[in-house]
């Protein structure tokens, strides 16, 4: 539970200060501003998390979070400029590009051409101008009372991207949101996006997040899915921004009757990165995949944290969360699922492998199985290890040198969750980038 904090730290004192002035600028009528404004009193009342808080108990950002930097403005013409080569990572793949500059929808710098028949493309601040919600029921209800990086976020977001997808409709062609933060000068992004997919409708989406390296922003974003009956998403989220970035990400997913979901997390870069999943399956016979892979290296910390409900019966689950630790390197995850009492029949696999590639390096598993229904299957497990020396041997026996073997192994371990990536360009992408991982490291 989030007690009250009485002491404020530089860092809360100053999103106090940068609320109070921002509250009038950002879009939204008043039920909107009503909702910024209680989520906002929501966070101030528990403060930034910290250890003692059990959801947050291996990323202390009271303690990271020294300060709050400045709110990321409009962007002007040199941010837009430097954004125009967003997503470079998976450029020439023919995915249907969208650019979210500083939080920002940059419509000028997207692809919005020829949208296929039932695809909706818009910025979230005119959904906020519209007086739409801030956060559905639907997804409301994947979530505890008040979770404080959500609701600064809440409380934050001036725009982002809604993407709707209508009942029966099949996006043949993937969209990449390619989420970037510019300048040279430390600042604040906070930005909502929102995708919902109707009955039977099918879209492959991949979100990218990039921004210079050396430069302490801070990022916030939040990604809410709301998948329909008998439909279809497949979503990867690529991390890779410069090595001084403070990110956390949120995903909140309701998913319905007969669907199927798969989403995979892909963290390079980030000197902290939190990606969090709130994701609760309301109908029956849904099948979910949930994956995700981290390498790190120098000081880097990255948080995994999920929350898995199982609301309706005979939904399976797996889960699959690999990290590969080098140097001073921490990674956590945290994994729980819940079966209530209706959802018999449910069959949920959890599994979180951590490799450590030094001997400074850390790694935290704390997986947890919360099961009320009586006819289930359901296990989980975790393991925190070193490379194995024999397969390592194996192959210098056959002429490998030592560090070719090691990467070898590096890329079976990884591998294991780019496999189950759907989309064979985005696939081979992040192999790629594995590999110059390794060969940054010297393997």
Same mark, same amino acid.
């Given at each position: 539970?989030?007690?009250?904090?009485?002491?404020?730290?530089?860092?809360?004192?100053?999103?106090?200060?940068?609320?109070?002035?921002?509250?009038?600028?950002?879009?939204?009528?008043?039920?909107?501003?009503?909702?910024?404004?209680?989520?906002?009193?929501?966070?101030?009342?528990?403060?930034?998390?910290?250890?003692?808080?059990?959801?947050?108990?291996?990323?202390?950002?009271?303690?990271?979070?020294?300060?709050?930097?400045?709110?990321?403005?409009?962007?002007?013409?040199?941010?837009?400029?430097?954004?125009?080569?967003?997503?470079?990572?998976?450029?020439?793949?023919?995915?249907?590009?969208?650019? @979210?500059?500083?939080?920002?929808?940059?419509?000028?710098?997207?692809?919005?051409?020829?949208?296929?028949?039932?695809?909706?493309?818009?910025?979230?601040?005119?959904?906020?101008?519209?007086?739409?919600?801030?956060?559905?029921?639907?997804?409301?209800?994947?979530?505890?009372?008040?979770?404080?990086?959500?609701?600064? #976020?809440?409380?934050?977001?001036?725009? +982002?991207?809604?993407?709707?997808?209508?009942?029966?409709?099949?996006?043949?062609?993937?969209?990449?949101? *390619?989420?970037?933060?510019?300048?040279? *000068?430390?600042?604040?992004?906070?930005?909502?996006?929102?995708?919902?997919?109707?009955?039977?409708?099918?879209?492959?989406?991949?979100?990218?997040?990039? *921004?210079?390296?050396?430069?302490?922003?801070?990022? #916030?974003?939040?990604?809410?899915?709301?998948?329909?009956?008998?439909?279809?998403?497949?979503?990867?989220?690529?991390?890779?921004?410069?090595?001084?970035?403070?990110? @956390? +990400?949120?995903?909140?997913?309701?998913?319905? *009757?007969?669907?199927?979901?798969?989403?995979?997390?892909?963290? /390079?870069?980030?000197?902290?990165?939190? #990606?969090?999943?709130?994701?609760?399956?309301?109908?029956?016979?849904?099948?979910?995949?949930?994956?995700?892979?981290?390498?790190?290296?120098?000081?880097?910390?990255?948080?995994?944290?999920?929350?898995?409900?199982?609301?309706?019966?005979?939904?399976?689950?797996?889960? @699959?969360?690999?990290?590969?630790?080098?140097?001073?390197?921490?990674?956590?995850?945290?994994?729980?699922?819940?079966?209530?009492?209706?959802?018999?029949?449910?069959?949920?696999?959890?599994?979180?492998?951590?490799?450590?590639?030094?001997?400074?390096?850390?790694?935290?598993?704390?997986?947890?199985?919360?099961?009320?229904?009586?006819?289930?299957?359901?296990?989980?497990?975790?393991?925190?290890?070193?490379?194995?020396?024999?397969?390592?041997?194996? /192959?210098?026996?056959?002429?490998?040198?030592?560090?070719?073997?090691?990467?070898? /192994?590096?890329?079976?371990?990884?591998?294991?969750?780019?496999?189950?990536?759907?989309?064979?360009?985005?696939?081979?992408?992040?192999?790629?980038?594995?590999?110059?991982?390794?060969?940054?490291?010297?393997?």
């Amino acid at each position: 539970m989030n007690a009250p904090v009485a002491i404020k730290t530089e860092a809360e004192q100053g999103l106090i200060s940068a609320f109070a002035a921002a509250q009038p600028t950002l879009p939204g009528g008043p039920g909107v501003s009503a909702a910024r404004l209680a989520a906002f009193e929501a966070f101030n009342r528990v403060g930034l998390p910290h250890r003692r808080v059990e959801a947050w108990k291996y990323t202390d950002l009271r303690r990271l979070m020294r300060d709050a930097k400045p709110l990321a403005p409009l962007p002007d013409a040199a941010a837009k400029a430097e954004a125009a080569s967003a997503g470079a990572l998976l450029a020439g793949l023919g995915l249907r590009r969208l650019v @979210v500059v500083d939080g920002s929808f940059a419509p000028e710098l997207s692809d919005l051409a020829d949208l296929e028949p039932g695809l909706t493309i818009r910025p979230m601040a005119e959904v906020f101008g519209e007086d739409g919600p801030l956060l559905p029921d639907s997804l409301r209800d994947a979530l505890p009372d008040v979770e404080p990086a959500l609701a600064l #976020n809440a409380a934050f977001a001036r725009d +982002g991207v809604f993407i709707g997808v209508a009942p029966g409709a099949v996006v043949t062609r993937p969209i990449h949101v *390619a989420f970037i933060t510019t300048g040279d *000068a430390p600042q604040a992004v906070f930005s909502r996006s929102r995708v919902v997919l109707g009955a039977e409708a099918q879209l492959a989406l991949v979100e990218t997040h990039e *921004a210079k390296a050396g430069v302490e922003h801070q990022v #916030n974003v939040a990604l809410g899915l709301l998948v329909g009956d008998k439909a279809q998403l497949d979503h990867v989220k690529v991390t890779g921004e410069g090595s001084a970035v403070l990110h @956390v +990400g949120s995903l909140v997913a309701s998913v319905g *009757a007969q669907a199927r979901f798969g989403s995979c997390g892909f963290t /390079l870069g980030g000197a902290t990165v939190r #990606n969090q999943l709130y994701v609760r399956l309301v109908g029956e016979t849904t099948e979910l995949s949930l994956a995700g892979a981290s390498l790190l290296g120098g000081k880097q910390h990255a948080d995994t944290t999920l929350f898995l409900t199982h609301a309706a019966p005979g939904s399976t689950s797996r889960e @699959v969360f690999k990290a590969v630790v080098d140097d001073k390197a921490e990674a956590a995850f945290q994994g729980r699922i819940t079966v209530e009492q209706a959802a018999q029949q449910t069959d949920a696999r959890m599994m979180s492998r951590a490799l450590l590639l030094s001997e400074e390096a850390e790694a935290y598993s704390k997986p947890e199985l919360e099961i009320f229904a009586d006819d289930v299957q359901c296990g989980h497990g975790a393991t925190v290890g070193t490379l194995d020396e024999q397969l390592k041997f194996y /192959l210098m026996a056959r002429g490998i040198p030592a560090k070719e073997a090691e990467a070898l /192994l590096i890329q079976a371990f990884i591998g294991e969750v780019l496999d189950g990536i759907a989309h064979e360009g985005v696939r081979e992408a992040l192999t790629a980038a594995t590999v110059s991982w390794l060969e940054a490291r010297g393997a």
